[in-house]
């Protein structure tokens, strides 16, 4: 990212891709770009030749996570589909018609939650059941050991799919939506709908409130080094520091990408401390964490920012829009 | 928020109604009339449906307190998440109609549409339709608390099953709602047969849409389609009510209100009066202010905007309405009469 001080805008680096649906999530499979669709649809492929592999027929994705080798779905048809870079699509469960609320994927395990119900499946195959006091709408798993956290009304739960006995619930009163575990598996973070974010330090359960946000933070990302939390909901990406054994508390955010509009997702560089940051009316920008320097990617216009996503290497950024507009950059060598 | 901006927002209707009182026979004649919409439907019960639907969505109602200090904050949990999905595929539908379980308070739904901005991003609460039993209504409005929140909180009543009850027991029962509810508008019927146009697009949540309220039930009664007008509603041969713990407040001040004294009136009333108030309305004379302000609330929840401008033949003049439980009608009114400018 050293081109940053001398890039003044990467706009014309950017290669558009008519998505033509609401945009779920923007993943890359095996180092090939790939969009999932709210009309069902998995764009696969590089700007010039893609295809659209219908994944949910007659059905809207609602949910989609990838790990740069699956892009899993989750749809309204209570269907969950694991889509790789071949265009192979493989169901992996079927909840009879009922919603896909949340998904999270890590290695060949993977979790998902319909209503109350959450399921996870272990590498081998198999799924195993909990039953949340309310409607789960988070997910995620522990960087360490088959845990899995899930997040309801009034609190999060993590449960050990192959222990019998009491998931830990971690209480706090309120509806929690997203959940994300510090890369370091000290830390659990929810974004709550009183648009404030709550934290739990797992050794003591030591909670954490992180306030201040006009809107619901519904998109969080970690630095690559864990030491930072990017989260939208601002008019700026309001990144928190997590490196200390106390998380933020006690101390301020940093804010990037400061303009006059809404930030709705945001997306840590896998390699630099560099965080793209999408926004409500379009734009899309690269922000670095070191001097707050900025360089837009989008240009507002066409509505929110729904899906952005970095390949592996950190070289190419993928985003899409809620109005089914799309684009790929690629970074100047 | 641009005028057009607001109608391309999703409306969405809320059906409640006692049990037993035809919730869903209404449901089914909206989703079997030719009527060229699509609705998407959000149900507790699947299986009562008995059109076939793509998009009838199951839901348990969540009922979440908000947390920031106000008890009576209250939402739906499940509707913000149903609407965030359906909003994925927008073309897929015109308006979402909303069935409440026979017990259910219609509060929280409605605070969902004042609290959620992503909600209200993407929608719009059209009105709360409540379904009653003509024979049975009385019975529920004296032993069921949530019978009576439903018709106080109604903008459109519908008094169903009206061919097994006397004619007499119909005005009895018109008489017993309107004690409660004076403005919302009241349609007979017998399984449900109303107008749709009397049921969906009311726009009764639009502030452009708060017309002339007017405090007097028997001039509300006037927007009543079904009413026999033979039937001695224009005369005082009609019994008048007064329902023991649910009622409505109006108020009428002529001239202008003194916005310095007003707004810290109306925050204090919603603040200490909110857990009694299921809504409230007004349109409001602003010294100095060419445009009419109007604002409604439900529960501690307001929502006001400088509307269109006063018309020159028109007076100026100040109203607002509290349909609520053991309100201080007294507080009220001197409350509001002390804003005048």
Redesign the interface.
Same mark, same amino acid.
């Given at each position: 990212m050293t081109e940053a001080q001398t890039t003044a805008s990467l706009t014309q680096h950017v290669r558009p891709i008519e998505a033509g649906a609401h945009v779920i999530a923007a993943a890359f499979l095996d180092g090939a770009p790939a969009l999932a669709l709210a009309d069902g649809v998995v764009l696969m492929g590089e700007p010039d030749e893609q295809k659209r592999v219908v994944v949910h027929p007659d059905a809207t994705i609602l949910t989609a996570v990838g790990d740069g080798s699956t892009l899993m779905t989750g749809g309204d048809d209570g269907r969950v589909v694991a889509s790789r870079a071949d265009g192979e699509a493989q169901q992996i469960a079927d909840e009879k018609g009922r919603w896909i609320d949340a998904l999270t994927l890590r290695g060949n395990a993977c979790a998902w939650s319909a209503g109350k119900q959450v399921r996870a499946r272990d590498e081998a195959g198999v799924v195993k059941t909990w039953s949340a006091p309310s409607t789960v709408r988070g997910l995620a798993f522990q960087p360490k050991g088959y845990r899995l956290a899930a997040t309801h009304y009034n609190g999060a739960t993590l449960w050990f799919p192959k222990v019998e006995g009491a998931p830990q619930t971690l209480e706090w009163k309120g509806a929690h939506l997203d959940a994300t575990f510090s890369p370091d598996g000290r830390f659990l973070v929810t974004s709550m709908q009183e648009n404030v974010l709550h934290g739990w330090r797992l050794q003591d359960s030591r909670h954490m409130r992180m306030t201040g946000y006009p809107a619901k933070t519904r998109s969080l990302s970690w630095s690559q080094d864990g030491a930072w939390l990017a989260t939208s909901g601002a008019d700026a990406a309001v990144v928190w520091p997590f490196k200390d054994k106390d998380g933020p508390m006690g101390k301020a955010p940093r804010e990037c990408g400061v303009r006059e509009a809404r930030v709705t997702i945001v997306a840590f560089h896998p390699k630099a401390l560099v965080v793209a940051i999408g926004y409500a009316d379009g734009a899309v920008l690269l922000c670095r964490l070191a001097d707050a320097a900025e360089i837009p990617v989008r240009h507002p216009g066409d509505g929110p920012i729904s899906a952005v996503g970095w390949d592996a290497t950190g070289a190419r950024l993928l985003f899409g829009l809620e109005s089914g507009a799309a684009g790929l950059l690629t970074l100047p060598a | 928020m641009t005028a057009s901006h607001e109608r391309q927002k999703i409306p969405v209707t809320v059906l409640t109604g006692y049990l037993g009182a035809g919730k869903t026979t209404l449901l089914n004649r909206i989703l079997s009339e030719p009527h060229g919409k699509r609705y998407a439907v959000v149900v507790n019960e699947f299986g009562e449906i008995g059109i076939d639907n793509?998009l009838v969505?199951?839901a348990?109602e969540?009922v979440?307190?908000?947390?920031?200090g106000c008890i009576c904050c209250t939402?739906r949990? +499940?509707l913000? &998440?149903?609407i965030e999905?359906l909003m994925? &595929?927008?073309g &897929?539908f015109d308006a979402i109609i909303v069935e409440t379980t026979g017990l259910a308070d219609p509060a929280p739904v409605a605070q969902t549409f004042f609290v +959620?901005? +992503?909600v209200q991003r993407a929608a719009r609460l059209d009105a709360v339709v409540t379904v009653a039993d003509a024979k049975w209504l009385a019975q529920r409005l004296r032993d069921a608390p949530e019978a009576k929140n439903q018709i106080a909180f109604a903008d459109v009543i519908i008094i169903n099953k009206t061919d097994l009850v006397s004619s007499a027991e119909l005005r009895e029962v018109e008489a017993r709602i309107r004690a409660i509810n004076p403005y919302a508008s009241l349609h007979r019927a017998k399984k449900c047969d109303v107008a749709l146009s009397d049921v969906l697009e009311r726009r009764a949540f639009d502030l452009d849409r708060i017309l002339e309220i007017e405090p007097d039930f028997l001039a509300a009664a006037d927007h009543d389609h079904e009413h026999d007008h033979a039937d001695g509603h224009h005369n005082h041969g009609l019994k008048h009510y007064h329902d023991e713990d649910m009622q409505s407040v109006a108020v009428r001040l002529e001239g202008d209100v003194d916005p310095a004294k007003f707004m810290p009136w109306i925050n204090r009333v919603t603040q200490e009066q909110g857990p009694n108030i299921l809504r409230c309305k007004g349109i409001v004379a602003m010294k100095g202010d060419p445009n009419r302000f109007v604002f409604q609330g439900v529960h501690m929840m307001l929502d006001g905007d400088s509307q269109r401008e006063w018309k020159s033949n028109e007076k100026r003049e100040s109203k607002v309405i509290f349909i609520g439980r053991d309100l201080a009608e007294e507080d009220i009114r001197n409350g509001f009469l002390a804003c005048a400018a």
């Open positions: - | 793509e969505i199951g348990d969540e979440f307190e908000m947390n920031n939402v949990g +499940d913000i &998440r149903i999905g994925k &595929r927008k &897929r +959620d901005e +992503d």
